[in-house]
């Protein structure tokens, strides 16, 4: 046992003064030297994990393909029309006025990242990231078909042009291009609805050329991020990246090398000194989509994709050696082989997770369903009328946030006196609506300039919300 943890801790030391030099740190594995992209050009993985995510993957790509066209009362389930400023989620509209909702669930969202990345690393960048799904699961997987294997698409790039490279190359560029223009006109779905993008269809692209621009442009940046810009997505634009280096600790659940097992690597030939289980073979290095060596520890361009872990596995049942030199582990659980801790930060960020998710969930249930705002008519401050009676003008803005016409009466509620309205308030299903009405009160009624109303709005004699305002009269 002892014998053992002195080789451990050997290992370590070993290894941390090779990583003294971290020199690789300081620039991209993608951009080389002179400032020039490296292209990645990554070996097909294959095992149990790359399996697994595949499956994984099919499940959500359905997903992403059929969603759209579920709808709930003639509603997509899922919409984020910033143009009309309408965001559905699971079937629940919701308008600029429920702002405060959606800020706090952006907040709890945040957190439930922050506390996930904190105990599980990168995972959902491997898994569940649109970007990693469509660009490893789809569009990779398209290339090895068209391309080959990585040697193949090598020498493919470096042979002059020929009937071959031409086939290859327009059959890739023609492919990428449909896909692209289809995931384009999916997402688009999503903003301005399904139905819509078959209007455009339908009527033409004259008719809506908009939209029609829209869809170009999501074409050209989807066909340009899959056939060109990749992994560079995940480096150098995802900002999700780069907050590793705040969010992890050595606790955290990351892809890793176990360098206590692996080093001293060496040749499996070589049995002239004693070495560790690491045949340095660069079996991982050469399935990584992001050109890294997961050997020199964490780094911000891995993106979990566990195509080492599969690589590397197949490497130990070549030589006879027991699975998972490389693995999910955390730096605690390698170096000193601790089983993860719920740590007093992974606590407060539960913690905090739950009061937020708690907040939301009375901020939802109690949501109205439609929003008022009621102001004085500018310019306007009271009339005085006939038996000895006062009248101030008001204007109403209603938001109905439901899917059905709301008619509604208006009531004082606080004082006795009466509400003119101009005309019925009807607020059609989803949508804005505005109005004026004259308020009279018998001057006794005031007791000073200024007098708090409050306004009830009923549905069918049911109170949906109550108002106030401010009422004008002469000097008392
Ligand atoms: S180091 Fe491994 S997990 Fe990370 S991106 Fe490369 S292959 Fe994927
Ligand atoms: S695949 Fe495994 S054995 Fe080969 S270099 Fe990577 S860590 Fe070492």
């Known amino acids: 046992m002892e014998q053992n943890n002195k080789t451990d801790s050997e290992s370590i030391s070993n290894y941390k003064k090779d990583l003294l030099d971290q020199t690789f740190r300081d620039s991209v594995s993608t951009i080389s030297k002179e400032g020039n992209r490296n292209y990645v050009n990554p070996q097909k993985p294959n095992g149990k994990l790359y399996n697994l995510r595949s499956y994984f993957s099919y499940f959500y790509l359905i997903l992403f393909f059929t969603l759209p066209f579920i709808k709930v009362e003639g509603e997509p389930i899922f919409l984020f029309n910033v143009l009309e400023r309408k965001f559905i989620f699971f079937s629940k509209i919701f308008w600029p006025q429920d702002f405060f909702i959606f800020a706090i669930g952006f907040l709890t969202f945040i957190v439930f990242v922050i506390l996930f990345t904190v105990g599980f690393g990168r995972i959902w960048c491997g898994w569940a990231c649109p970007q990693t799904i469509f660009m490893e699961m789809v569009f990779r997987k398209i ?38 223009f289809l995931i384009a006109n999916f997402f688009l779905g999503y903003i301005i609805g399904i139905d819509e993008v078959g209007v455009l269809v339908k009527e033409g692209i004259f008719v809506h050329f908009g939209t029609f621009s829209a869809l170009v442009i999501f074409t050209l940046v989807f066909f340009f991020v899959y056939y060109w810009f990749r992994e560079q997505a995940c480096i150098i634009v995802c900002p999700y990246g780069r907050l590793q280096g ?118 939802l249930i109690t949501r109205a369903d439609i929003a008022a705002r009621i102001l004085r008519t500018p310019g306007q401050t009271y009339q005085l009328l006939a038996d000895n009676k006062i009248s101030n003008l008001y204007n109403i803005k209603l938001v109905n946030k439901t899917r059905k016409n709301i008619h509604l009466d208006l009531k004082l509620e606080n004082i006795e006196g009466e509400i003119k309205q101009i005309g019925p308030v009807d607020v059609p299903k989803e949508s804005y609506f505005q109005t004026s009405f004259f308020i009279t009160l018998k001057n006794e009624k005031l007791k000073s ?25 002469p000097s008392i």
């Open 246 to 363: 705040v969010l992890l600790d050595r606790n955290s659940i990351l892809v890793a090398y176990d360098y206590v097992r692996g080093e001293p690597r060496g040749k499996l030939t070589d049995t002239t000194t004693e070495k560790g289980d690491c045949v340095n073979c660069h079996a991982c290095v050469r399935v990584c989509p992001t050109g890294i060596d997961i050997r020199n520890g964490t780094q911000l361009e891995c993106v979990n994709c566990t195509a080492c872990i599969d690589a590397c596995d197949e490497i130990m049942d070549h030589i006879k050696k027991p699975k998972g030199l490389i693995r999910y582990a955390s730096e605690n659980g390698i170096a000193l082989k601790q089983k993860m801790t719920y740590s007093w930060r992974l606590k407060m960020y539960t913690l905090v997770l739950s009061l937020l998710l708690g907040f939301l969930a009375i901020l």
């Open 449 to 473: 300039r200024k007098t708090k109303i409050k306004i009830g709005l009923y549905e069918n004699g049911h109170k949906m919300d109550e108002l106030t305002a401010v009422f004008l009269g």
């Open 143 to 180: 290339e090895f078909f068209i391309d080959g294997d990585a040697n193949q698409q090598k020498q493919l790039k470096a042979m002059p042009w020929n009937t071959e490279k031409l086939l290859k190359r327009g059959a890739k560029i023609i492919v990428f291009f449909f896909l692209s």
